[in-house]
């Protein structure tokens, strides 16, 4: 049990910290600010729903991808966590170059719709989430530790559609400086995160 809730931990945060919602928030109002209150719900509700089937549908096919390519397990978690440590270093600077680029964000304010891009992708279910995802669902073992990742990404993208509903109220609250350290705090984390995936790859290929 033990085990598993080690596994629960260290899941839910892995997925929570590379979506990152508090740090979405401020570009998704900007985005969005030729909507009104209900279209920005709308906005936030179909883009959570999208990163939500993007991220449990790499989850499901990461092994099935992995053997298509030949790709082993610990290879891909080493590069699974050298794409997070690339992203928790651009947490720390406060930024999310890896995550949205400028030409994105120029071209989505000028868009009908932002819900499916930039929003759901790359904004929530980016490249680290889309990876992590399949790192954690390739090193599950049973189906306990296979419904606690599923269960993950639901409760990570709930969170982030929370949050981005009460998107303005948190900028009033915390400010963009409040946001920034959030966003740092959860950096360092995630960088944390990120160099175990890699010692755990090095060891079991090592052990292969």
Known sequence: MDGLLQFA?????SVLFIVDPIAVVPTYLVITQGQ????????????CIAATILLVTFAAAGRGIFGLFGI?????RIAGGLILWLVAMDM???TRSTQEGTAE???AT???????????????????AISTVMVLSGQARTTSQTIVVYGSILLALVIAWATL???????LRMGQTGIRVMTRLMGLLLAAIAVQFVITGVREALAM
């Open 72 to 76: 082993t397990m610990p290879a891909f």
């Open 105 to 107: 964000i120029s071209e």
């Open 165 to 171: 509903r009460a998107a303005e109220r948190l900028v």
């Open 9 to 13: 931990l260290v899941t839910f945060t």
């Open 92 to 94: 720390l600077h406060g």
């Open 110 to 128: 000028i868009k009908e719709d932002v819900a499916i891009t930039p929003l759901a992708m790359p904004m929530l279910a980016g490249p680290g």
């Open 36 to 47: 009104t209150q209900v279209q920005r719900r709308g906005t936030a509700r179909r883009a």
